[in-house]
Each structure stands twice: as C-alpha cells, then as structure tokens.
C-alpha cells in the first residue's frame, strides 16, 4: 500500500527481539522512526546489560555457602579422625584404651614397654589414688608390707587346696612380659592372633609366647599349683592362657579385678590367696607387683621378643631349690638374709 511517497507501507509488518531473556519486543516498524528509535535501542541495550549482571541465585548459594560442611561429611571427617586414632595407637603398638563413662579410661593390657613406661595404669590424683576410682573393680587401699594372712577381711581368692596339690608350694605367675608378650601392631609370625571387642569394636592382638615358655610349664606344673596372675583384663588374658596352657597347668587364673591399687601401680597381694604365706612364691618381671611381699619373689627380666632368650630355663633350678625348704623364709635364714639367689638369679 502507497502513502503517496513511493514507499510501501509496513504497517503491519513487525520486529521481534527475544534475546533479553525471555522479554519479547514487537512493535510496527512504520512507528520506529526518528527519536522512537532512538529510545527504543537505548531500552534494548539497558535490557541486555541488566540481564547479563543479574545474579543467579543457585550460584549466590554456592558463593554464599562455599565454606559450610554438610551435616554428612562432617559425620564423615570425624569418623576418619576416629579411625586415624585408633591406627596411631596400633602402629605404636601399645594397646588402644577403651573408655568408661563411669570413670577415667580402662586400657586392656598392664605391661612394661621399652622405655621402661607402664600402660595399663588408671590415672591418679595428687593423693596417689584414682580419679574417679579405679574403674575396674580393683581394690585401692594403703598397706603395708608383710602384713599377716586376713588382713582384709574378705573372701580368699583361690579355692581350698586340691588333694593332689596339698603338699605343694603355691606358684604364682605373671603373664605379659613373663610368658608372652602382646601388642595391637602387627608381628612377624606371632604365636596367636586374639580378636577381642574394645568399645564396639573387633581388634586383633598379637601375642609371641616367650622362649622355653612350654617346657617352663610342663616342669613347673609337676612341682608346685600353679596359678596365673596377671594385672591385665580377663578380656585378653582368658583367651591368651586358654592358647598357652594346653596341659592346664594352672589352677586357678586371677586377673585385674583380684589386684590391689597402692601407691599407683596394681599389686599382687599374696595374703589374700587364701594360702600360707611360707609356701607361695611369685614370678614377675616388675618389681612393684611383688610390692607387699618381695621375700616371696622370684623376679625374671622383662621380655619382649629376643629369640635367644633363656630366662625361663634359668630359674628352673631356683625353684627347684626353693621347693625342697619346708618354708621358703628359712632359705633367708640360713642364707642370711634377702641376699640370696631367690632374689639375684638374675640382673633384673
């Protein structure tokens, strides 16, 4: 259609802009002339630059939220904490400590380790006793050595003499570091693997039986009632002595519960055996197991995995010497005193 000035109207012919996110522009073209375009472009143009540096909110979230930890991997970071712990504890080799809500925490094994340190002991406050008790069913008490049989009054801890025992000396026999000895880090070729439940949780506990420990067994056996006694739990002590002894050699076993805690280390107080003191003696690598009753000691080194170690064979003829005396107190006597070979069998 003509307006007159040779040129074809347009009126319903239109123009379409769609690129200012999703604002569509149409308008008749016979109207965009002049000042009209002009504006028109300058709107346009205002449009596409606001639509550019509009924010989008899922990414002002992220920018906002970039250092914040979802709920899950946190439970996810602490529990890797958790495991990196526990292994720490295992590469060292010293046993993890379960922990009592009730108490300070309880650690499975009393042993000695190489720098002369002692695990296995609950933590005590200025007055020497535990915080929070013992935790464990032990019993604390001051005493004082060689005190009489009955002392505390209580039920003895061993059951009367077996017929066939009644003439024998009562052997008392440590565990950890005397007959074996035990660790959370793995060991080439060790004796038993023990699996034992800390917290919830399965580990496995290496044991090495210490040298000669089985023939030790078999002789001790014949000659004296032989009974374990050790300062660690039964958890791990039961199933370790279930594995040695195979020719129940041992009478009677006594573990943490039965000791007593004095001056911060568990004590084997041997007048709460129930039998006569003159008839019982005692093997241990530490000195302050035997606290209340030294004269009744026979004392061994520590041990830990020295393949040529002898120790066990050695005081075989300690013992044997001992046994043939009607009272272990008359070797004392005769010769004079607590420097005898009951107590320097060896350098320990």
Not at 165 to 185: P, Y
Not at 257 to 277: I, P
Request: net charge negative; hydrophobic share 30%; glycine share 6%.
């Amino acid at each position: 259609m003509s307006n007159g000035y040779g040129v074809q109207a347009a009126s319903e012919t239109t123009i379409s802009d769609s690129s200012a996110d999703d604002v569509s522009y149409a308008k008749p073209i016979g109207q965009i002339a002049g000042a009209d375009f002009v504006k028109h472009s300058s709107s346009v143009e205002k449009k596409r630059s606001t639509a550019r540096r509009k924010p989008r909110w899922t990414r002002c979230f992220q920018t906002l939220c970039c250092c914040v930890t979802p709920p899950r991997e946190i439970e996810k970071i602490q529990s890797n904490q958790r495991t990196n712990s526990t292994n720490n504890n295992h590469q060292n080799g010293r046993p993890s400590t379960p922990t009592n809500n009730a108490g300070p925490p309880i650690q499975l094994i009393t042993q000695v380790h190489r720098d002369g340190t002692v695990t296995g002991l609950p933590q005590t406050g200025q007055n020497g006793q535990p915080i929070g008790g013992s935790g464990d069913g032990v019993t604390t008490y001051d005493k004082v050595a060689n005190d009489s049989i009955g002392s505390i009054n209580e039920k003895p801890l061993l059951p009367p003499l077996l017929p066939h025992d009644s003439k024998k000396k009562c052997l008392v026999i440590d565990l950890d570091e005397t007959l074996v000895h035990s660790s959370f880090k793995p060991v080439k070729n060790p004796d038993f693997v023990i699996p034992v439940e800390i917290d919830g949780v399965e580990h496995q506990v290496y044991v090495l039986k210490r040298p000669y420990v089985d023939e030790f067994l078999a002789r001790v056996g014949e000659h004296f009632e032989c009974i374990l006694f050790t300062a660690s739990l039964a958890k791990y002590a039961d199933p370790v002595a279930d594995l040695l002894d195979k020719k129940k050699v041992f009478r009677g076993r006594l573990f943490r519960e039965a000791c007593v805690f004095h001056k911060g280390n568990y004590v084997k107080d041997l007048s709460r055996l129930g039998r006569n003191l003159e008839q019982c003696l005692i093997i241990d690598n530490s000195p302050a197991s035997y606290a209340f009753h030294p004269e009744n000691a026979v004392p061994v080194t520590t041990w830990f995995d020295d393949p040529a170690d002898t120790e066990l064979l050695d005081i075989l003829p300690t013992l044997e010497h001992l046994n043939g005396y009607t009272s272990i107190y008359h070797m004392y006597q005769l010769e004079e005193g607590p420097q005898s070979e009951l107590l320097n069998h060896c350098s320990c």
